[in-house]
């Protein structure tokens, strides 16, 4: 059976509930569940439960919503009905992101398994080997899949591993008796976390300007480079989906003025079992578990930045780290030189799990393949997409004519057509049932951009289907100008106000805050 | 209901196409015509105009009459109304001149110019350094070396349109330049710093959803603030003009001079808006350090503007004492071209060409090329 996904269009509407916030559903008195009492021997052994605690009490009941099962729930899966998460939409919008994939298997365990579920994070070691055991073997993987020598899964995401790698990186310097050292050197197309989180670390942060060959000239970087470079942190390939290929000679150059080189490996879907950090020469590295290794992004965490060093880094890597002797697993908090903790406990352990089952059920050719194929993904809708009247691919004269798995694109013909940029095409992305793109970080270096990330999960069908819809939109910009103005159309809100969420007179995170900036609570 | 003043320069651009490196003086523009130049700028202003004629009902138009801009807002479906008279056929500059006093005696909320430097410069001079009107240039002039520009007509009834309906726009100063044409035509290029006007910009980028919302201003502080952090004692320092540099001298608390050179030394004034030969006298011998930014739409850190920071001062700093600011925001409105060197001394351009650490923000560095033109 043929198909044209190319050319079909869904008729899609998302669901409108007009929700309230939860607050305003509580009414006193409903409530969701019955604690049941304890059992007579329990209530022997502790009496109440709570007079032993008579100092930890609450004056006063904490103002918890009360609602019933059935509005609760309600209210839950209405909520998720106005979203456009990976489970609904053709999730390739979000570039950089990799929003791969993630078997429903793995939130079974991880949410489920009484075996993970019901343990406490600070129950004696000896009674959690299965879960030390599984940080231990994930160690071993990433090493071999990074050829560095050892891995902490602490940090709670890619910028909290960036800042990890930013105090090894500071701590080396300082137990080496070199204080001057207070620079970091980054590239504008790498995450912005490798500038941010130096910088609130306390770095000095240089940034390196792409040329036109997208990515920064070797004669930039050493320009940059001095006896003040405290180290580099580059993603590689960068955002654009161009890998930099003289990044051995950036590194080489690195450390010839005594700088260490960490690798954000943020968009290591590209490379995975085909490139490693070790032979490109870096001291230190990371990857985001919750990118690369299927763990999903979870609305700001939790996540997981894998950081790996060299053995001479061991020394200043964060306690506890997770030994083996043998026969038993166990803490090691003997480390002097130690940056010290940058998460709780083991850090997300729930990421670890979830990225451990992923390995294990694609084996060392399933992690290459996946790579290949994410690869093999992006560049076959680069070829579609380059046809799409009003696109442009930038840096597609230079070196970085060929890209791996992201291409930083742009409306920038399309602008100057029509007068219909980026954002008037992420606005009526929406109306057929795909999530607005990720356009750039700022400042926006590539006009008008937008970022798409096929990975390796998506079929022909979807990459056809996705293709079609931006050519739709193109051809709507150019012919129908008004379908454009009015987008979106079939979502439960129009245009968001972005004046009004940016003032900060205005924002409410929380249910107190609301209350008062309306002023309905003093 | 919202005024624009519109004027259209309708002699703007003509030099260009017939490579007569400007338009401004009249055997000029009668050579121009003998040589079959015909008008841009009415046609660049009506397709602005017509971007903007969505808001026809909201919005009246204040023209000139004839070719500087009542033809133009007539052609994009406006019914202008008209002030002031013309010979047509034959404007001057004071004829924009007149123009933007009768529209501000008219009440117009904004003014939109269709035209080059020269324009822009009347414009300056008729408003004045205390206006706070915004303008905003449709470039069509040969000369494009202010920045009050938007990109191409179109942009600029975008943003005049977004202004003109109250919504996200920002106001920045804008650097009005200008060069003196019959020196260029003899080879030698001498810009000068005129002023700055308030130019409406359209900054919804600035709210990407994941890098949040970054103020160009904030960065420009913090800028400042690193400056003032690494000044070292004894040192001279040679602050150049622009509004970029202006808030290290506010940082400092000291009197500044927006168009000219102040020179600081102990975190003291030493003096303000310096010429050359007084610049000379006092850095000669001495420890010199020179802050500059990139001036104007092509963003010149020597050679626009600042020609007081001549090459002999230049020298007596050295390349290693020249601190080069600006905000990403600027940066990346130039790139991919390199910032610009023009001393006027080739040699030196040469020597100054090269990687320089550009500082942006507080602690914050970027590593961007300077070169020829």
Redesign the interface.
Known sequence: MSRDRYSRFRKFHQAKWDEEIIFELSVPGERGVLVPKAEKEVAAAVGDGVSALAGLKRKKAPALPEISQMRLNRHYLRLSQETMGTDVNIDISQGTCTMKYSPKVQEHMAARHPGITEVHPLQDPETMQGILEIIYKTEQIMKEISGLDYFSFQPGGGAQAVYTNASIIRAYHQSRGDLKRD?IITT?FSH?CD?ATP?TAG??????????NGF?PI???K??LSERTAGIMITNPEDTGIYNPRIKEYVDAAHAVGALCSYDQANANAFLGIARAHEAGFDMCHFNMHKTFSAPHGCMGPATGAVGYREFLRPFMPVPRVEFDGSRYYLDYNCPQSIGKTRSFLGNFGVVLKSYMWIMQHGAEGLKEAAICSVLNNNYMMQKLKKVPGVVMYYDFGVGKNRLEQVRWSWEKLQ?DT?FGT?DVNMRLSDFGIQHY????????VPEPFTLEPCESYSKDDLDEYCGVLAEISRECYEEPEVIKGAPHNGPTHRVK??EI?DEELIAVTWRQYLKKKGLKK | MKKLGVIVNPVAGMGGRVGLKGSDGDEIQKKARELGAKPESPLRAIEALK?IARLKDQVEIIAYPHEMGADEAREAGFDPRIVGSISSGATSPEDTVRAVHDMVAAGADMILFAGGDGTARNIYTALGSGSDIPVLGIPAGVKIHSAVYAV?P??AG?VTALFLEGK?VNIREAEVMDIDEEAFREGRVSAQLYGYLNVPENK???????????SEQAEIQGMAAEIVANMKDDVIYVIGPGTTTRSIMQRLELPYTLLGVDVVLNKQILANDVNEQQLYDLVKGKKVHIVVTAIGGQGHIFGRGNQQISPRIIRAAGKENITVVAS??K??SI??RPLLVDTGDPELDRELS??Y?IV?GW???????AGLE
């Open positions: 620079e504008m912005p500038a910088n770095f000095k942060v240089i940034t390196l300007m792409p040329d036109e920064p004669e930039a970087f320009a940059a100057q007068g954002t990720w356009t750039s970080h700022h400042p926006w270096v972005h004046m940016d | 971007v191409n179109r942009s975008e996200a919804k980028y600035v709210q990407s959803v994941k890098s949040g919302t970054r990403r925001d940066l990346t790139m991919p090269g990687y650490r942006a602690q914050d560095i970027l590593i961007y090329k």
